[in-house]
């Protein structure tokens, strides 16, 4: 079946503009969750809904970052005012808690921000 | 903080030969341990996952053993071949929160030659 998906793949902003990173996750997965992978580092962990629901976005490093999932499915995650150290990979991920009670979280592509 | 730490940064193997990562944790309360491989511009895939109540599981080639006492888990590939090169990150998280968010270790970067 079809993974995780995002969109765009590749993201140029210019510093102070808004971008806006969508996450198609995996059918039926009622978890998502954003990450946010630095060149040459592990992926760190932004924020986490359940269906609609965001239940954790003590990873957000500012305001600036917004994240929203408004029907429980596809995700947008948007930075306002973008700076240079935003550049990064954004990660989706999505895991289903009702199969096996497991935690396998499966990741989607990234999409790679690059901020001038 | 940094919850995981893994080693080594880096690792070059022969072909056939046995690759070995260790990590080390720090949250006694962290209840999932997987790995993950990640080739460059690609998503990270899950690899091997092990939880606290045994100690080893092994999947093909691929191994994790796991110290509880230690808090200190590895990960061994076996007859490592050059299509394993790549990115491996291992990973905690704690189920009983209400998230399961994964804390990720700083990465192995893995060469296997011909």
């Known amino acids: 079946g079809a993974g995780v998906s995002q969109s765009p793949r590749y993201k140029v902003a210019k510093r102070g503009q808004d971008v806006a990173l969508r996450c198609d996750p995996i059918?039926?997965?009622?978890?998502l969750f954003w990450y946010q992978q630095a060149l040459g580092q592990g992926p760190e962990f932004l924020t986490y809904?359940?269906?609609?629901?965001?239940?954790?976005k003590s990873g957000l490093p500012s305001d600036r970052f917004f994240a929203e999932r408004p029907e429980g499915s596809v995700s947008t995650l948007k930075i306002q005012r973008t700076q240079q150290e935003d550049s990064a990979v954004y990660l989706c991920?999505?895991?289903?808690?009702?199969?096996?009670?497991?935690?396998?979280?499966?990741f989607g592509p990234g999409t790679r921000l690059t901020v001038t | 903080q940094q919850q995981v730490k893994q080693s080594p940064q880096s690792l070059i193997v022969q072909k056939g030969g046995i690759s070995i990562i260790n990590c080390a944790y720090e949250?006694?309360?962290?209840?999932?341990f997987p790995w993950y491989q990640q080739f460059p511009g690609k998503g990270p895939a899950l690899l091997i996952a092990i939880r606290p109540d045994v100690s080893e599981k092994k999947e093909g080639r691929f191994t994790i053993s796991f110290n509880k006492s230690a808090k200190q888990f590895s990960l061994h590939i076996m007859d490592s071949q050059p299509g394993d090169s790549a990115t491996y990150f291992c990973a905690a998280s704690r189920g009983s929160s209400n998230t399961g968010k994964l804390i990720f270790g700083q990465g192995t970067t893995l060469q296997v030659k011909p």
């Open positions: 991920a999505s895991s289903s808690v009702e199969t096996t009670g497991s935690y396998e979280q499966y």
């Open positions: 809904f359940q269906n609609e629901a965001q239940l954790d």
């Open positions: 949250n006694t309360a962290f209840d999932y």
């Open positions: 059918s039926g997965h009622v978890s």
